[in-house]
């Protein structure tokens, strides 16, 4: 919960400033900007853009389409794979996926702009409100989709399709997971997340409850006896804590509440920010909360990181990004203490490390960064509460290849379950598959074992 001194504060830009400082991150193509674009592509049989997205899509099919002018034919296939298709053209690090593995993408080529394609058809798919869908005869039967991110809507589309009525049960108000309260404000302009999930949602057969959290309105036994299947599209609830002095200083906060604060807000110069912001972690969230601090109208914005540049979960590109947005990423600190004046925060001592034997460990030598906003990014931990009977793996709930849990009734996926990087796409991918999975399960088409033990 935030609860901030004055010194944090908005309104630190001229109006015009938050519009032009959070406008589109990469401004969509027109028409000719994307025949010029499709026409680069080789169409190559076996292409390995299509194995580096996790979701499938045949790229050099809807590439094909775009460059024939068929930008409508391009969103089914696009969303044949991948319902939300229009947040992943936004949001996927496709400099790490399909774009990384392009042929064009060699030292003296850029590779193909895959992400921005894909946007420029599925935006025009869904400014027309273009369905591709209708729903299979119903089958009678129910599922019951805790969690309203893209892993729990992705399976609630597929489940639509093939006919099953599907419940989304939703803690928060406002479905979306992430893409509504955690993305970056610059990659989601236009209240993209929300739009998406009303085009989605015109299939028919699936209603979301909002303000339904499990474990408090519901049980997974309540769910199991009520409903012919459950998925479990939980995400990450928790974070991890700083554990050091200082952390319950004001003005030091997880950089998730930050950034949940800044997307809910409709007006951007009532989110507060320090004058000098120290931004703790190397992963995406850190850097979303470090450039979005920036663009906020922080004077200084650091982000400390423990290790080096090569181990940043960040991508290149988005360093890359921060840095251009004026963020200075200093590496090798660790957080020793949040250090405090009259209760807020005033500064970061940080031990400087290196690596010993493979091992990162401290130098001994100290110095501290001014401060008067920390923000903490150093990872989600997924809550485990409430799941009684469900086997759990490095923390996180167990699942066999096709999203099935250890119960025979209740599958999972996204960022809930251990299996690949947590992206919005691969959240979508495995929402998708567990729904295909259960599909073949109420047809009684798969034995109802799991393979997990
Ligand atoms: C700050 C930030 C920036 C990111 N940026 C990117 C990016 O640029 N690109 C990218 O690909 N990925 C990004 N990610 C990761 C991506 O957002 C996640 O991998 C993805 O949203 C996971 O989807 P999910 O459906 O599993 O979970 P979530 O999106 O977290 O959705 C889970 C839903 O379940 C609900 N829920 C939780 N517990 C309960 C309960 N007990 N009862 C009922 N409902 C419950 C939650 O309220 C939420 O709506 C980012 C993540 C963060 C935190
Ligand atoms: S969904 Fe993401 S990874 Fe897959 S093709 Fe589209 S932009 Fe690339």
Redesign the pocket.
């Known amino acids: 919960m935030r609860n901030l001194e004055p010194a944090l504060k908005g309104g630190r830009l001229a109006p015009d400033d938050y519009h032009k400082n959070f406008s589109d991150l990469h401004p969509p193509m027109d028409r000719h900007e994307a025949a010029v674009e499709a026409d680069r592509c080789y169409f190559c049989y076996d292409a390995p853009c299509m194995t580096a997205c996790p979701t499938e899509i045949d790229i050099p099919l809807f590439i094909r389409q775009i460059s024939t002018d068929n930008p409508l034919g391009a969103a089914k296939t696009i969303f044949d794979q991948n319902i939300f298709g229009g947040m992943?053209a936004r949001?996927?690090?496709t400099e790490t996926l399909c774009e990384e593995a392009c042929v064009r993408n060699t030292a003296e080529e850029k590779p193909v702009e895959i992400g921005l394609l894909q946007r420029y058809a599925t935006d025009k798919a869904m400014a027309e409100n273009k369905q591709f869908y209708t729903r299979a005869a119903e089958t009678g039967k129910r599922v019951a989709v805790?969690?309203?991110?893209?892993?729990?809507l992705a399976c609630a589309h597929r489940l639509a399709m093939t006919g099953h009525d599907v419940i989304v049960?939703?803690?928060?108000e406002k479905?979306?997971?992430?893409?509504e309260?955690?993305?970056?404000a610059y990659?989601t302009v236009d209240d993209i997340a929300q739009k998406e999930i009303a085009y989605l949602l015109e299939i028919g057969g699936i209603e979301i409850r909002g303000g339904?959290?499990?474990?408090?309105d519901f049980t997974l036994d309540e769910l199991r006896r009520d409903y012919d299947a459950v998925f479990l599209?939980?995400?990450?609830?928790g974070v991890n804590a700083l554990g050091v002095a200082g952390e319950d200083l004001t003005g030091c906060e997880d950089?998730?509440d930050f950034?949940e604060n800044l997307r809910q807000a409709d007006d951007l110069s009532t989110v507060s920010v320090g004058s000098h912001v120290v931004v703790l972690g190397g992963g995406?969230?850190a850097i979303?909360?470090a450039v979005q601090s920036k663009l906020l109208g922080a004077d200084e914005v650091t982000l400390c990181y423990r290790r080096g540049p090569a181990a940043m979960g960040a991508s290149k590109f988005e360093q890359e990004l921060a840095a251009s947005r004026g963020v200075f990423i200093r590496h090798h600190l660790a957080p020793k203490e949040i250090i405090g004046e009259d209760g807020r925060v005033s500064g970061v001592l940080f031990e400087h490390t290196e690596i010993r034997d493979g091992k990162l460990v401290g130098t001994g030598q100290t110095g501290v960064i001014a401060a008067d906003h920390v923000l903490k990014a150093i990872g989600?931990t997924f809550?485990t509460d409430?799941l009684d009977g469900l086997k759990l793996v490095n923390g996180r709930i167990a699942v066999d290849a096709e999203g099935h849990t250890s119960l025979p009734d209740v599958w999972a996926?996204?960022?809930?379950i251990k299996r690949g990087e947590?992206?919005?796409?691969?959240?979508v991918q495995q929402?998708r598959d567990a729904a295909i999975a259960i599909n073949h399960v109420l047809a009684g088409e798969a034995p109802l074992a799991s393979a997990v033990a």
């Not at 805790?146 to 729990?152: E, F, L, N, S, T």
């Not at 339904?212 to 408090?216: A, D, E, S, T």
């Open positions: 992943c949001v996927c690090p805790v969690g309203a991110g893209p892993a729990g049960l939703e803690a928060k479905p979306g997971g992430l893409n309260y955690g993305l970056a990659k339904q959290m499990l474990g408090r599209g939980l995400g990450l609830g950089a998730v950034i995406m969230t979303d909360a989600q809550t409430h996926g996204g960022d809930c947590d992206l919005t796409v691969t959240s929402g």
